[in-house]
């Protein structure tokens, strides 16, 4: 069974930061096109920033320039680096990737950590 799980979230006043990881379990070969989303109280899930196997990186204009999104192909974690964060940022923060495996692709979400930035 292949799983993605994220940590790091957390209560951060505005204007801190926090470093978000996403790690696959499993046998896994690859993670393909890993991004992060988010989805506060009342609102749509919407992407964040996605990262490609060669190091593009694409993010919401909410978020760009105060996050960073990152890989680490040995580890299979992939990290969301967010800085000088508003109450806006206030979400359940998901990552989404299609893991590669011996037995298939599976497009798999993970389990969510929250994120509230509050005074």
């Known amino acids: 069974q292949v799983q993605l799980v994220e940590s790091g979230g957390g209560l951060v006043q505005p204007g801190g930061s926090l470093r978000l990881s996403c790690a696959a379990s499993?046998?896994?070969?690859?993670?393909?096109?890993p991004e992060w989303y988010r989805q506060a109280p009342g609102k749509e899930r919407e992407l964040v920033a996605g990262?490609?196997?060669?190091?593009?990186?694409n993010y919401a204009d909410s978020v760009k320039g105060r996050c960073t999104i990152s890989r680490d192909n040995a580890k299979n974690t992939v990290y969301l680096q967010m800085n000088s964060l508003k109450p806006e940022d206030t979400a359940v923060y998901y990552c989404n990737a299609v893991l590669v495996t011996t037995t298939g692709s599976y497009h798999t979400w993970g389990q969510g950590t929250q994120v509230t930035v509050s005074s």
């Open positions: 499993g046998s896994i070969f690859s993670i393909n096109i």
């Open positions: 990262i490609t196997s060669g190091g593009q990186t």
